[in-house]
């Protein structure tokens, strides 16, 4: 628990460094900046998926079908987990008791 919010001060902390040096960057330079910001917004878009069905969508309409589509088979499908696969997905639900209390309760 005190790991994880360690690591998540040391990346706020990188992203502001980063954004204070972009800021800088694009006052001396704003084609450059601009340039720049174009063609990452260009790189991070998703332009077309392919479904399960090999079926490839390219236009705003069958991107949300297919994302719904694939959101809804995903939490819905129902299938056993093993013992192994609980007990790794626990540890990452925080604990709202502490040992002792557990050991009192049992």
Known sequence: ?????????????????????????GK??????????KARKAFNTIWSL???ASNRGSNFRDLAKMRVHHFQS???ARREASLGEIMHNAQY?????????????L
């Open 1 to 25: 628990m005190v790991r994880q919010r360690l690591l998540e001060a040391g990346e706020e902390s990188w992203r502001l460094k980063i954004r204070v040096i972009w800021l800088q960057v």
């Open 28 to 37: 001396e330079n704003t084609k450059y900046f601009q340039q720049y910001a």
């Open 50 to 52: 392919v479904d399960d």
């Open 74 to 76: 995903l939490f819905l």
């Open 93 to 105: 639900f925080p604990l709202y008791a502490i040992d002792e209390d557990n050991d009192n309760l």
